[in-house]
């Protein structure tokens, strides 16, 4: 968590998506799990939407499509990692909710 890029995801934590606010109302003070979930965490000068350290859990939502070098960066941090589309998460909550749950009590 780079002390470097701490302006860029305070922004980012301060400006979220409807999508961002929505699911971390779920998962803020660990509500959906046991697990503490961090938002905005910083590796190099990536930042990830949604964080657990003790699982090494990572979730990303994409607007509209992801660049190569976010999925690059996703896939050298940690193999459990979700990627899920904006406008899905707002249709599909519930059903999205549970995927996540079930991805993070593995």
């Known amino acids: 968590n780079k002390s470097k890029y701490k302006q860029r995801r305070k922004y980012l934590r301060n400006n979220p998506t409807k999508a961002e606010e929505l699911l971390w ?3 803020k003070g660990r509500k959906l799990c046991r697990y503490k979930i961090r938002r905005q965490y910083g590796v190099d ?8 350290v003790k699982k090494n859990w990572q979730l990303k939502l994409m607007e509209k499509y992801m660049t190569m ?10 193999k459990n990692s979700l990627i899920i589309l904006e406008f899905e998460y707002l249709e599909y909550e519930i059903k999205l909710l549970k995927t996540i749950l079930m991805k993070l009590v593995k």
């Open 45 to 52: 000068e990536y930042a990830i939407d949604f964080y657990c």
């Open 25 to 27: 109302s779920v998962l």
């Open 69 to 78: 070098r976010n999925l690059e960066n996703m896939i050298k941090f940690g």
